[in-house]
């Protein structure tokens, strides 16, 4: 794999299996001209990026080791020098909150969360020397009660805080932080493991509810993954302003995209209320109450 070529930015992508936003981001930065460096468990899922002529590495983020060695070669690529690492490897975790396993519960959070302070840990060498940008992939669930999303939401919620203190934190070594706030993408999300309800759960009068709840990212108002990756790219390769201009003429450090991001970012501004309102009609929750009602009305004609 040859390096960039002189004055060229890199970019190095977790998360980039085929179908996926990490996949869709590779695609547009390398149309905007930068130097892309696609990472996934199994390179050879990634032949079609290396076709085009990007670098694809072997990385498992949950890792030390795998994170160390990725580290040594992308500093062989690019001189020790990275100019965005997009944080975007993650999985999803669908579940009642009373139904959880807690080490399913670890798992995501490993892969959600700790995998982005160990790849800012490994990279911050390669980011300061280049004075480079960190891009997140939290979610709209970080703010927003996603029935039966308990620990997804959580986890995406410590990304945002995370992010929110090391923008603080990196500031006088010239690093900038950006978190995405992520809508509804099509991604890869659907086709990951679903978790089934155990027998004596107290949603299973609602497992019907449950079961489309955990395709509901890809169902509602769902932007497609390349219109995704070009707001994004395209925001994110914005010139830097004066904090108080940077949300409306440069790049922001909250990038809130993909479907139902206005409406929930609107809800934020209105308060709880106003989340609990929406969510409620979202994940069917009137549907859900008349249906346990009636489970309750029929145990005591028994």
Not at 26 to 38: D, M, S, T
Not at 68 to 88: F, R, S, Y
Not at 173 to 190: E, I, L, P, Q
Request: hydrophobic share 40%; charged share 15%.
């Amino acid at each position: 794999m040859s390096g960039p070529k002189p004055g060229q930015k890199t970019v190095l992508i977790t998360g980039c299996t085929p179908g996926g936003i990490g996949h869709g981001l590779c695609l547009e930065y390398h149309r905007q001209g930068l130097y892309v460096i696609a990472t996934a468990r199994r390179p050879e899922v990634m032949a079609e990026l290396a076709a085009l002529g990007m670098s694809t590495l072997a990385l498992d983020v949950t890792d030390a080791e795998s994170i160390k060695t990725c580290h040594a070669e992308v500093a062989k690529l690019t001189g020790g020098k990275l100019d965005i690492l997009v944080n975007n490897a993650g999985r999803t975790h669908t579940h009642p909150a009373t139904d959880i396993s807690l080490p399913a519960v670890r798992q995501t959070f490993e892969t959600n969360v700790f995998s982005i302070m160990a790849m800012v840990q490994a990279f911050v060498d390669q980011l300061i020397a280049a004075k480079g940008l960190i891009i997140n992939i939290s979610s709209l669930s970080s703010v927003t009660a996603y029935v039966f999303g308990s620990v997804y939401c959580a986890s995406k919620a410590a990304v945002a805080a995370y992010s929110r203190t090391l923008r603080l934190e990196l500031a006088p070594f010239g690093v900038r932080v950006m978190v995405s706030m992520t809508g509804t993408v099509k991604s890869n999300t659907a086709s990951q493991s679903a978790r089934p309800l155990p027998e004596n759960s107290l949603y299973k009068p609602v497992q019907h509810i449950f079961e489309w709840r955990q395709v509901f990212s890809q169902n509602d108002s769902t932007f497609p993954t390349e219109v995704f990756a070009k707001g994004l790219v395209k925001n994110s390769l914005l010139p830097e302003r004066p904090l108080f201009l940077r949300s409306w003429f440069g790049r922001p450090d909250w990038f809130w995209y993909g479907g139902l991001a206005s409406l929930t970012w609107f809800g934020t501004c209105m308060g709880e209320w106003m989340i609990d309102t929406v969510c409620s009609q979202k994940f069917r929750l009137n549907e859900m109450m008349k249906i346990f009602q009636q489970d309750q009305q029929q145990k005591k004609l028994k």
